[in-house]
């Protein structure tokens, strides 16, 4: 059996309803037989999820490893039979759910702000309109100064 050492892509990426992993030199490694092979990108270097589903999308994806002279060549669907690199994989999506659920968008209250202040005048300018004088004292309320 072939075991993951590592397993770090070099970038996450999604697109639509796939997720595209990209792995570089140094981020992806695997041991057999107590000997160390690291990834080369020579051939393939991505693993695509379906988003929904969570299923390899490219198994024909061919993975090459290197130690010294020696090349591994593994097609994607052989390495997800004769490895564990299902629960890597499941560590990397849990860590990148984890990233963009955590990670605040900036600006986000001044935006909101601004879009309550338009939406607040565009409600004085039909009450104006229709001449709806119990509707602008309303909003006289809600007025900033």
């Known amino acids: 059996m072939i ?7 070099f970038y996450t990426k999604y697109e639509g309803n796939s997720i595209k ?25 991505e693993i695509i999820l379906n988003a929904q589903t969570l299923q ?3 198994l024909s994806e061919v993975f090459v490893f290197q130690k010294g002279n020696r090349f591994i060549r593994l097609p994607l669907y052989q390495l997800l039979l004769v490895s564990d690199i299902h629960t890597h994989l499941q560590t990397i999506l849990e860590e990148a759910n984890q990233d963009t659920q955590e990670v605040p968008i900036e600006g986000t209250e001044e935006v909101i ?7 607040l005048e565009r409600m004085f300018d039909f009450a104006l309109t229709t001449r709806d004088e119990s509707l602008f004292n309303k909003l006289q309320q809600y007025k900033k100064n």
């Open 3 to 9: 075991l993951v050492q590592l397993m770090k892509p």
């Open 113 to 119: 702000e601004l879009l309550e202040q338009l939406n």
């Open 56 to 58: 390899v999308e490219n």
């Open 21 to 45: 992993m990209v792995f570089a030199y140094q981020y992806f490694s695997i041991r057999k037989d107590d000997e160390l092979f690291h990834f080369i990108p020579v051939e393939g270097k």
